[in-house]
């Protein structure tokens, strides 16, 4: 027998025939489809379970399943009362979730999302919020950081873990109520005029008052950059030689007040701002802060409209 040329790879034995398989054995199960029809092309692969992704379950306001937290330990949580409060004040139709009143108990809600309302008030629900009334002393400058080095808001902010920034300003001579957070929708909401948000200022000025003032304030006084109208005007306190005044308005134009009372013959020597929207300053001393509360916060955001 003669071998098999060089460089060629020896031939394979043909493979025994083997028998015809009876009633279809050894023959591949061909796929079919749900009608029971076979289907074209390759035979179909199951996939293992554990690789096929589960449809992902969206959380809907109305979603009353395992998902969530119910409403009752949610508001719970935030201070607003007891459960069994909580829940009396849900019956009563005191309670809404993204605009709609809920009665039933058992509603579960995602406490990230939900804008959650009682009596009209928002609750506040993210505890990385910060929100603070802060008493600028006379001197500090309306900044977080200054290149000069001088005295600023941010020397008194500076260890507290959570940055925080000052919503609108006070000049440097001006001291009073401001608020500090980190909620940047409500603190643009706080300082734009259209909101009408207003500030409560303390005036010491010159006295006697002139007969016309309160009347000019009130109908509008007119500086370089516009008209300025104020919305409440009162004397405070009359002493020898000068008078304390409380002026009220919604303008944050730069050193509105003292221009404007200047402008109606009473320069001011001091300013302090007592209040901004339905926060007080109250007894707060200057230098000092405080963590503005729950009712508080939801009183400010129901005064901007959120």
């Not at 259209?194 to 009130?218: M, N, T």
Request: proline share 8%.
């Amino acid at each position: 027998m003669s071998s098999p040329p060089r460089n060629q790879p020896p031939r394979k034995k043909a493979a025994a025939k083997s028998s015809p398989a009876k009633s279809g054995q050894g023959r591949p199960a061909q796929a079919r489809s749900t009608s029971g029809k076979p289907t074209s092309g390759k035979p179909a692969v199951a996939r293992p379970a554990a690789d096929r992704p589960a449809p992902a379950k969206k959380w809907t306001p109305a979603d009353t399943s395992h998902e969530g937290e119910r409403l009752q330990k949610v508001l719970a949580a935030a201070g607003i009362g007891s459960r069994r409060a909580c829940e009396e004040l849900i019956e009563a139709g005191r309670v809404s979730v993204d605009g709609e009143v809920v009665r039933t108990q058992g509603r579960r809600v995602d406490p990230l999302n939900a804008v959650i309302h009682v009596d009209g008030s928002r609750v506040i629900l993210d505890d990385d919020l910060l929100y603070l009334a802060f008493n600028k002393p006379r001197g500090v400058l309306s900044t977080m950081a200054d290149e000069q080095g001088r005295l600023s808001i941010g020397d008194y902010t500076a260890h507290r873990e959570k940055r925080v920034f000052h919503v609108g300003r006070l000049d440097a001579d001006s001291e009073g109520l401001m608020l500090l957070t980190n909620d940047g929708a409500l603190a643009h909401r706080l300082t734009h005029p259209s909101f009408g948000i207003q500030k409560v200022y303390l005036a010491e000025v010159p006295g006697p008052i002139k007969a016309d003032v309160k009347k000019r304030l009130l109908t509008g006084v007119e500086l370089e950059d516009g008209p300025v109208q104020v919305d409440a005007f009162r004397v405070v306190d009359n002493m020898p030689g000068k008078l304390l005044v409380e002026v009220t308005l919604h303008e944050g134009r730069q050193h509105v007040v003292r221009r404007l009372l200047e402008e109606v013959g009473h320069p001011v020597s001091r300013l302090v701002r007592t209040a901004m929207g339905p926060i007080q300053l109250a007894s707060l001393k200057p230098g000092k802060m405080r963590r503005l509360s729950k009712p508080e916060i939801g009183t400010v955001y129901k005064a901007v409209g959120l």
